[in-house]
């Protein structure tokens, strides 16, 4: 028996997500009293080193150049070392590559999902109960897995991820993917500009700002602050929708949904459905020379008043205090 | 080439949420339902538009639910739709309303299975990639943009950090997310049309329920906003220190 966590390395790191999800089989390993084993294709010895650090008791280090993020390999990849460590539970991270490829593995597997789990589960015989969000934010609901083997994707940005001295034992894991035809062929790949922004999904801190800003000439003073901050950028879908901005920035209900610890929301009204986007922030400031505006009642802190006016105040503030830090 | 456009119905954005019978069931009393804004933009509006451009020979609308989804229906073939069918079952999870689309699709041969990013409701993403995963077809989800050519599929998607452009032989399964197509609205010439087109109604195959809810809670919105004067902006940044603890 064992918890099988699938992970990621981008851009010569493991992705956050990925160790927040070692974090979080390996709790769940505790709780059911067995072993976590984290998969990862590609890794060098540091990123070995850091999943062992997250919690990995052992890590099947696979080198398989023809995987990419072809949803049917990767699935065809972790049904192999399921079914070889005879996996209870499976954990991915809900971003976009855990959002193709398990549900791909949950039907291959017979296997309950649950899709964007906000909490450790509870074990109550041989079912475990996870928690997700429902209805785009606004409530929870507790799921119930009830089949042998249980997969759950975790939502990034759940839990703060904890290093430890654990080191993992390393094996070698080669998987036969000769047998899976998928037929995509990639033609073209694009990285999204971030300016060496950490990218939205992964992001603690994003400053957002919406039409209220009047112009993509604007834009200047809300790069500053974020700059400022060290986060990310972000905006309202009008803004990306007149190419203020790209579309990869565009948080809300169509967009990316985010859950930052902070979230600066500058000249935005606050539509429910930007809201179904962003609410899962831990602490959100809004900006707004309308004091009606609805995103104050979704507010922790708020400041009445010309965005234009504010922002270079706001970054004199931070610059001051991380100054002050040092 | 036939399309086949999985949509569900949802209760509308502004739908102020609500549950029943000891918090264990959604009450969906006085609620408004629509088409998930996905599956209706993206994924049927793009099958619409392929077949418009002659493409696609005709698109067929696929919803597993009970009869009070038929107006939903209803309006999907208004936009356009040649013809729908309603799996006549609630099931618990996503895992159902998959084998149940992938069982109709296996049987009927469908060249190209598109559903939306996700329901509004559950937020699943879920569905999609079970229905490849049952018909053992390649999945590409998240599709911004879609062109078919011969026997193939070209696709613009997003993928971790950046996108993608791939090229994929029929027939696979495409989620459809923003950029897809252009929202539509029904005239009078289709909403009348509508009418005669063909809703068949089957009865679900029994599948193994593998999760099921338990109980929902409310999400407690924000309950006090602090207002904080424009020109003192060193207690905000305090405050985001020593309060919230987040900088
Ligand atoms: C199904 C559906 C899905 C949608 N999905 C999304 C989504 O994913 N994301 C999203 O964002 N929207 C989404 N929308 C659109 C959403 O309803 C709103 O239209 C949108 O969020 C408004 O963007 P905004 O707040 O930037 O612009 P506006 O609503 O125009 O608000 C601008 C705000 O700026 C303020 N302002 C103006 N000037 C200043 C100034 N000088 N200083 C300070 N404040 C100023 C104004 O008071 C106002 O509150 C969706 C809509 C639908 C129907
Ligand atoms: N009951 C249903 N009937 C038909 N299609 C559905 C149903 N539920 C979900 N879908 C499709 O699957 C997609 C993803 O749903 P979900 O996995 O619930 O997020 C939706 O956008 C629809 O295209």
């Known amino acids: ?92 991270a809900f971003d976009i590559t855990g959002k193709a490829v398990a549900p791909r593995l949950s039907a291959r597997l017979k296997a309950g999902l649950v899709a964007g789990a906000v909490d450790y589960p509870t074990v ?70 971030t300016g060496g922004m950490i990218p939205l999904p992964e992001a603690e801190l994003v400053v957002s700002a919406g039409r209220g800003l009047k112009g993509p000439e604007n834009w200047g003073i809300v790069e500053e602050l974020a700059t400022s901050l060290n986060a990310t950028t972000a905006c309202s879908r009008p803004v990306a929708d007149m190419h203020w901005r790209p579309h990869h920035e565009h948080v809300g209900q169509t967009g990316v949904a985010i859950r930052p610890n902070l979230y600066i929301a500058i000249g935005i009204s606050g539509a429910i459905q930007h809201l179904a986007g962003v609410n899962g922030s831990k602490t959100i400031v809004v900006i707004n020379n309308d004091k009606e505006a609805p995103f104050f009642k979704s507010a922790d802190y708020g400041i009445v008043g010309d965005a234009f006016t504010i922002i270079p105040k706001l970054t004199e503030a931070v610059k001051k205090f991380k100054a002050h830090q040092n | 080439m036939k399309i086949l456009v999985a949509i569900s119905n949802v209760p509308d954005t502004t739908t102020k949420i609500q549950f029943s019978d000891g918090d264990t069931k959604f009450n969906s009393a006085g609620v408004t339902y629509v088409i998930n804004p996905y599956d209706e933009w993206y994924a049927l509006v793009r099958a619409l538009e392929l077949k418009e451009a002659n493409l696609a020979e005709k698109v067929t609308l696929i919803h597993v639910g009970l009869a009070d989804s038929d107006a939903t229906i209803r309006k999907g073939l208004a936009l356009g739709a040649d013809d729908a069918v309603r799996i006549d079952g609630e099931g618990p999870d996503a895992f159902f309303v998959a084998s149940q689309i992938a069982n109709h699709a296996q049987a009927h041969g469908y060249d190209l299975i598109l559903v939306g990013k996700e329901t509004i409701n559950y937020n699943g993403s879920s569905v999609g990639g079970m229905i490849a995963g049952l018909m053992d077809l390649p999945y590409v989800s998240l599709a911004t943009k879609l062109e078919l050519a011969a026997n193939k599929a070209t696709i613009e998607h997003d993928i971790d950090g950046g996108t993608q452009i791939v090229e994929c032989e029929l027939p696979l399964v495409i989620s459809c997310a923003k950029g897809m197509a252009d929202q539509r609205i029904p005239n009078m010439r289709g909403i009348m049309a509508a009418r005669t087109k063909p809703l068949s109604v089957v009865s679900a195959n029994a599948t193994d329920a593998l999760t099921g809810i338990v109980a929902y809670t409310l999400n407690a919105g924000r309950t006090t906003c602090k207002m904080i004067d424009e020109n003192n902006m060193d207690e905000l940044v305090n405050l985001l220190h020593t309060e919230a603890k987040v900088i």
């Open chain 1, 1 to 92: 028996m064992s918890i099988l966590i699938y992970t990621e390395i981008n851009k010569g790191r493991v992705k956050k997500a990925s160790l927040e999800c070692v974090n979080y089989g390996a709790k769940i390993a505790e709780l059911l009293g067995t072993e976590a084993i984290a998969i990862v294709n590609n890794a060098d010895a540091t990123q070995l080193e850091e999943l062992g650090k997250a919690g990995a008791n052992t890590i099947l280090a696979l080198k398989n150049e023809k995987m990419g993020n072809d949803s049917m390999l990767i699935s065809a990849a972790v049904e192999q070392a399921a079914k070889a460590h005879h996996a209870q539970v499976i954990v991915f």
């Open chain 1, 124 to 193: 109550n015989g041989n079912t475990l109960e996870v928690k997700k969000n429902v209805f785009s934010g606004k409530a929870t609901a507790v799921y119930s897995i009830t089949s042998a083997t249980k997969l759950i994707a975790l939502l990034p940005n759940s839990f703060p991820v904890k290093l430890t001295n654990n080191t993992a034992k390393i094996i070698e894991w080669s998987v036969n993917l000769e047998a899976v035809s998928s037929r995509v062929v990639i033609k073209e790949q694009k990285s999204n500009a």
